[in-house]
């Protein structure tokens, strides 16, 4: 389980200036799909995570990919045209993930406005991300997003998060 992350940390908007993670929080809540480049188990999601946050889009959150270990020219690279369509967050010196805790990439995090965390999961473990996935659905009143569906990857436990 993540802890709620320390909401100075500045986060690099592709295409944007940087800014403290509060401010991507002032309306909704924000829900981020983490992400590490450098490894091919982050790669293997991006269908999965581009269909969640895609869902989640049109509700009452904030949808994010946020890749770590690199700057907005990485993220961007790595990423390709899902930058045009859901907002990407670089965190170039995973301070976002050292604050929050997390130990493993990929991972979803939904984070309140406040700070504290609606859901976390780590790895790929289609049924911790449905359980989260489903806190932020059922806080936001939304749909809750099948996982997973039949193209998704199978299972597995994803590398370090911090390098």
Do not use: C
């Not at 709620?4 to 944007?16: K, Q, T």
């Not at 790595?78 to 301070?95: E, K, V, Y």
């Not at 997390?102 to 979803?108: G, K, V």
């Amino acid at each position: 389980m993540a802890n709620a992350p320390d909401l100075s940390i500045e986060l690099h908007p592709v295409g944007g200036k940087a800014r403290p993670l509060s401010q991507f929080l002032t309306t909704f809540p924000l829900a981020a799909v983490v992400l590490d480049p450098y490894t091919h188990e982050s790669s293997w999601l991006l269908d999965t995570a581009h269909r969640i946050l895609t869902i989640f889009r049109e509700a009452d959150v904030r949808v994010a990919f946020l890749v770590t270990g690199t700057g907005v020219d990485g993220a961007s690279q790595f990423l390709g045209p899902l930058t045009d369509q859901i907002l990407t967050l670089a965190d170039p010196d995973r301070s976002l993930v050292r604050s929050l805790g997390l130990e493993t990439l990929p991972a979803f995090v939904a984070i309140r406005q406040n700070g504290s965390i609606i859901g976390s999961a780590e790895g790929w473990d289609p049924v911790t991300w449905r359980q989260a996935a489903t806190e932020l659905a059922d806080m936001t009143m939304w749909s809750r997003p099948e996982i997973p569906v039949a193209g998704d990857p199978a299972p597995y436990a994803g590398t370090a998060a911090l390098g």
